[in-house]
């Protein structure tokens, strides 16, 4: 089955830097444009960023442009969000997902989501 495993995640102080990692297995990873989202206390989900499963094609959420970068290496199926100058409102829990590069929604079949990992920043 699809199995997405994130890493990297902690605690970190306002201005430091974090890379988070995504392990994906059961599924043809060419075939997938990964993102990653989060979700903060008493938030909802949000879009944080994604990439085209060619890796030339990369959007970002307003929040983070010029902060986070997204990047994968298709040869180790997996997918990395470079963190920098983190501040507390980067704390929340960060999702990996898989979406088929055919769909055109994060939602029903053919999309994927990790467990999430927590990221903590302190002011």
């Known amino acids: 089955q699809v199995q997405l495993v994130e890493s990297g995640g902690g605690l970190v102080q306002a201005g430091d830097s974090l890379r988070l990692s995504c392990a994906a297995s059961g599924l043809t990873f060419n075939n997938y444009v990964m993102g990653w989202f989060r979700q903060a206390p008493g938030k909802e989900r949000e879009f944080v960023a994604t990439?085209?499963?060619?890796?030339?094609?990369?959007t970002y959420a307003d929040s983070v442009k010029g902060r986070f970068t997204i990047s994968r290496d298709n040869a180790k199926n997996t997918v990395y969000l470079q963190m920098n100058s983190l501040n507390a409102e980067d704390t929340a829990v960060y999702y990996c997902?898989?979406?088929?590069?055919?769909?055109?929604?994060?939602?029903?079949?053919?999309?994927?989501w990790g467990q999430g990992t927590q990221v903590t920043v302190s002011s």
């Open positions: 990439i085209n499963r060619g890796a030339g094609s990369t």
């Open positions: 997902a898989a979406r088929l590069v055919y769909k055109p929604t994060w939602r029903g079949d053919g999309v994927y």
